[in-house]
């Protein structure tokens, strides 16, 4: 396995994060379409509909031939309630159809989400233990939103989240993350989790503030970016996990906005972004429901002029369609915001899981596919995922021009401790060279092309980012390599290969850095995976060493 490296800086996140958000919200001009990378064979998965690859068979040494047959899949997860608004149980396979686009969908698989709940004996404490204790259980994501939410708002949310935490058990049975969002801020207050106290302790030590950008509207643009990237860095952060999420956003969304008086380029941006984030949570299998902690209100111009005439979050209809489309529920003008979280949290677990096989075979990405979902039992309304568009590939990496959109992600990925598991990783620091790590991606995270009479080597792309951090955790030294590594010369030129990548990476020394992460973002699907090495603890006697690859010839 050969590799060609090719180095740029990325700028630091907080300056890479407002720069997309100002540019998302002030459209200076229409997003450029994206260009089709050239072809590749892609593995199946079960949370992103796609495009079948190529059904190339390939030629065992015995002379047969082995076809591999890829489907596109889709899985819904969905909640049924009654007319009070309670959870509706007992309901079977036989009592749920399908169609899509009005064409009727034959289920293939049927499962509870109670029945993928961890074991009570089984602690997670981490992502780390999720993906290996309990790889496909459902888990909420509670997320306080301080950047668009009045400061007595908030104090409110938090009061109502603890006094929900208190009547729960010690070892809660759904793995818990606990996220707070400021306009320049991303902090992960605790890991997935099953220990209540640590919630509450996190939430005990925890100060919103009250930053006077949160109420300016001439921060609006950097609010509304900051709604769209959060979303965005949840999603490409849990995607590797199989299980259903449920994401609770406690806070307005949106700052307030009379879309009236929006240029209609700005308003269609808008629009793009909205539907790319939903395409994002959909293929993350996550649920958004919103709650508004500000109550009942008595003034109505609490949040601006516009909020007094729009829907509660954000003062504008979009983020309200988001948690719609994503199968989630707004819930607003409700005081008890406390027994809304518990709602919300009972409705991740208590879900019916439907899987079909879409008859329709068209690769159209620009087709909206609706989904309709009924039931055979009166009174029953069900709450899930409204359609979905097929994926498309990201864009090749351009070391030279990199796009906004991928310097956020990696930005994003690299300034944070939330834990990304979209691409399977490991990084050893090695006992040999001095300051070495063995980077190592499982074959199943990666794509290889497809090689051709003129260069039949087969390739993969990657991009790997590295920060140091100091112990009061300022960022030291940012540096990301777009590196394409070849497969070995006995990989067939067609067909699905299962080959891994193992290289080695040395970092420059600094006596100032306590911690490095590693980023990991794969080309062929844009899935990120990282790891942090604490620098502070020695090195293993017996950690392994490893020979930096061969450099293959510059394309």
């Not at 010369?489 to 699905?496: D, E, V």
């Not at 020394?509 to 973002?521: C, G, M, N, S």
């Amino acid at each position: 396995m050969s590799v060609v490296t090719r180095i740029y800086t990325h700028p630091r996140a907080l300056a890479a994060l407002l720069a997309l958000a100002v540019a998302t919200a002030k459209a200076q001009q229409p997003p450029a379409a994206t260009p089709t990378p050239e072809p590749q064979t892609a593995p199946s998965t079960q949370q992103q509909p796609t495009p079948p690859p190529s059904q190339q068979p390939t030629q065992n040494p015995d002379g047969t031939y082995t076809m591999r047959v890829s489907t596109r899949i889709v899985v819904l997860d969905v909640v049924a309630t009654d007319k009070q608004g309670n959870i509706v149980t007992g309901l079977t396979k036989e009592d749920f159809h399908v169609t899509e686009d009005n064409d009727p969908q034959t289920i293939t698989n049927f499962e509870l989400g109670v029945s993928r709940v961890p074991a009570p004996a089984v602690d997670i404490e981490s992502t780390a233990d999720l993906d290996r204790l309990a790889p496909r259980a459902p888990v909420n994501i509670i997320l306080l939103d301080e950047f668009n939410t009045r400061f007595e708002d908030m104090a409110f949310a938090q009061y109502s989240l603890k006094k929900y935490l208190e009547k729960q058990p010690d070892h809660l049975s759904t793995p818990t993350m606990l996220i707070a969002v400021q306009i320049d801020k991303f902090d992960v207050l605790d890991d997935y989790t099953q220990d209540k106290q640590k919630l509450l302790d996190s939430l005990k030590h925890h100060f919103s503030g009250n930053p006077w950008r949160n109420t300016s509207n001439s921060w609006a643009p950097e609010r509304y970016g900051t709604a769209f990237l959060t979303l965005r860095r949840v999603s490409e952060a849990t995607v590797g996990h199989q299980g259903h999420k449920n994401m609770i956003w406690i806070g307005r969304g949106f700052p307030a906005l009379n879309m009236a008086n929006v240029p209609i380029d700005a308003s269609n941006r808008i629009e793009t972004l909205r539907q790319q984030c939903v395409n994002e949570l959909r293929d993350a299998r996550i649920t958004l429901t919103t709650i508004d902690p500000a109550g009942v209100l008595v003034d109505q111009y609490a949040y601006g002029a516009a909020a007094r005439f729009n829907d509660p979050f954000g003062g504008n209809y979009q983020f309200a369609q988001l948690a719609k489309a994503t199968g989630g529920r707004t819930i607003y003008g409700r005081n008890d915001v406390d027994v809304q979280i518990g709602a919300a949290a009972d409705e991740g677990t208590n879900f019916y899981t439907l899987v079909y096989h879409p008859t329709n075979n068209s690769r159209d990405a620009f087709k909206f596919r609706k989904i309709n979902i009924t039931v055979d039992r009166p009174g029953v309304t069900l709450t899930s995922l409204q359609g979905y568009y097929l994926q498309l590939r990201p864009r090749p990496v351009d070391p030279k021009a990199p796009t906004k959109r991928l310097l956020s992600d990696i930005a994003a990925a690299s300034d944070s401790k939330m834990a990304y598991d979209g691409a399977d990783i490991k990084v050893t620091r090695l006992a040999k060279p001095d300051n070495g790590y063995s980077i190592a991606v499982a074959a199943r995270s990666l794509a290889w092309t497809l090689g051709t009479p003129e260069d039949p080597a087969r390739k993969t792309e990657l991009v790997v980012a590295v920060t140091t951090f100091d112990k009061k955790g300022k960022p030291l030294k940012e540096k990301a390599s777009d590196m394409r590594f070849k497969a070995p010369a006995s990989a067939p030129a067609t067909g699905r290969i299962e080959v891994p990548v193992n290289f080695l990476y040395t970092l420059d020394p600094d006596p100032k850095a306590v911690r490095v992460r590693f980023v990991v973002r794969i080309g062929s699907s844009g899935r990120i995976g990282t790891q942090d090495i604490d620098l502070t603890e020695p090195v293993a006697v017996n950690a392994p060493s490893i020979a930096a690859p061969a450099p293959a010839p510059a394309p």
